[in-house]
């Protein structure tokens, strides 16, 4: 059974705080991914990654980065939250021999005061 | 045009109809078709895929795929209220690597 792990279901930050989201997949899957989700704008790719310290650019990556130093870990990280980043974030894998199908975490509320 | 459509809805059907959701997409090259069904609040949930035209039934849940008009569909048979969310159509666009876009969803309400 597929199973995505996020850190956190809700969480409220200040403007300009640090923020981490982080993902956990415990079967070994290479390709991570994180969404945002906004009513009205759908899912919106953040940042990918296909590997160990290897990353992509999604649709939107900025006031994001992104760190995997470990397979199973894939944060996000905003460097200065602002009210606009006040969003659902989901995180999602592809399992090992499948076939793009993603499987998503539980999602993160952040909202940034 | 987006390159994955859906219809928003929200889609109404009565308790025991068929439900039908839509989702067209423009990249005649795309390989791979799923269907996600999200609740409100929760994240999305993978219940379908297809990769070959013609139809793929899993208990109340059918996947149609015709790659000639580029459409691919989910019927719900037998629709139950707990059915109701909003449902996303994802496609493996051609040159996409291991990404997926995804439609805007349908949000379907099943009435008692």
């Known amino acids: 059974d597929v199973k995505v792990t996020q850190s956190s279901r809700y969480l409220v930050k200040r403007t300009g705080e640090k923020v981490f989201l982080e993902c956990v997949q415990d079967m070994d899957h290479e390709n991570m991914f994180w969404y945002r989700q906004d009513p009205g704008l759908g899912l919106r790719l953040i940042y990918f990654s296909y590997d160990v310290k290897m990353k992509e650019k999604g649709d939107i990556p900025e006031g994001y980065s992104v760190s995997r130093e470990k397979k199973e870990r894939f944060s996000l990280i905003l460097e200065s939250a602002s009210t606009n980043q006040t969003s659902m974030y989901l995180c999602?894998?592809?399992?090992?021999?499948?076939?793009?199908?993603?499987?998503f975490g539980p999602g993160t509320r952040l909202t940034v005061t | 045009q987006k390159e994955v459509e859906q219809n928003s809805g929200p889609l109404s059907v009565p308790e025991g109809a068929i439900a039908s959701l839509n989702c067209t997409y423009s990249d005649r090259g795309s390989q791979s078709f799923f269907w996600y069904r999200q609740y409100s609040g929760k994240s999305p949930e993978l219940i379908m895929f297809?990769?070959?035209?013609g139809d793929k039934e899993d208990g109340r849940f059918t996947a149609q795929l015709n790659k000639a008009s580029q459409y691919v569909s989910l019927l719900i048979r037998d629709s139950q209220p707990s059915d109701s969310a909003t449902y996303l159509c994802?496609?493996?666009?051609?040159?996409?690597?291991?990404?997926?876009?995804f439609g805007g969803g349908t949000r379907l309400m099943v009435k008692p």
């Open positions: 297809i990769y070959s035209n």
């Open positions: 994802a496609v493996n666009l051609r040159n996409a690597g291991n990404m997926l876009t």
């Open positions: 999602a894998s592809i399992p090992q021999g499948g076939k793009y199908e993603q499987y």
